[in-house]
């Protein structure tokens, strides 16, 4: 009887070590990979940028903004003083003209 006990304990003791184990290497592969995705959409993010500041600098900012409007991200974009938002892109004017894209 104390045998049977003692076995049961083991088997469930092993079973639960190798559930944590399983669930510990899932994670951390979601993890590497997640970090992965995040760095691919920052690169692109920062190519986009490039781009955009390259297309548009030089530019005043009622042509940023109908050109903005015009793709339909009137809904993302925020305009305050100097700086307009589109998300967590920030166009930077100075004296109506666009100087920088972050």
Do not use: H, P, W
């Not at 290497?25 to 920062?46: E, K, P, T, W």
């Not at 004296?95 to 972050?102: E, H, R, S």
């Amino acid at each position: 009887m104390k045998f049977k006990i003692i076995l049961i304990i083991l088997i469930i003791s092993l079973l639960s070590n190798v559930f944590l184990l399983y669930n510990l290497i899932d994670r951390s592969i979601s993890l590497a990979y997640s970090g992965q995705s995040v760095d691919n959409c920052s690169n692109d993010l920062s190519l986009l940028t490039a781009v955009v500041k390259g297309e548009l600098k030089g530019k005043d900012k009622k042509y940023v903004q109908q050109q903005l409007m015009g793709k339909d991200l009137n809904d993302s974009l925020l305009i305050k003083n100097n700086v307009m938002y589109l998300g967590n892109t920030e166009f930077i004017f100075n004296d109506g003209i666009l100087i920088d894209v972050k």
